[in-house]
């Protein structure tokens, strides 16, 4: 991993430390853990977003994503 998205990883996660409610934020976050093939984390951020905004397209689309990459079988 590059020495950029270390520091672009640990940036995402200061910030949501700080404001755990922001939705632009965490997405950022499991967008780039997607990125660096953390499917198991970003499905995790995902999935909060979508607790908190149900409608959340970008979050919809990221946890189908990551379940394909995982495997995992949808849950009802």
């Not at 404001?19 to 997607?34: G, K, M, Q, V, W």
């Not at 499917?39 to 397209?57: C, M, Q, R, S, Y």
């Not at 689309?61 to 995982?70: D, L, P, S």
């Amino acid at each position: 991993m590059s020495q950029k998205r270390m520091d672009d990883l640990a940036d995402l996660q200061n910030r949501l430390a700080i404001c755990p409610s922001d939705i632009h934020t965490r997405c950022a976050l499991a967008s780039l853990l997607e990125e660096l093939g953390q499917h198991e984390d970003a499905l995790f951020h995902w999935k909060t977003v979508i607790a908190g905004d149900p409608n959340n397209l970008k979050a919809r689309e990221g946890v189908t994503r990551c379940r394909q990459r995982t495997a995992r079988p949808r849950q009802s």
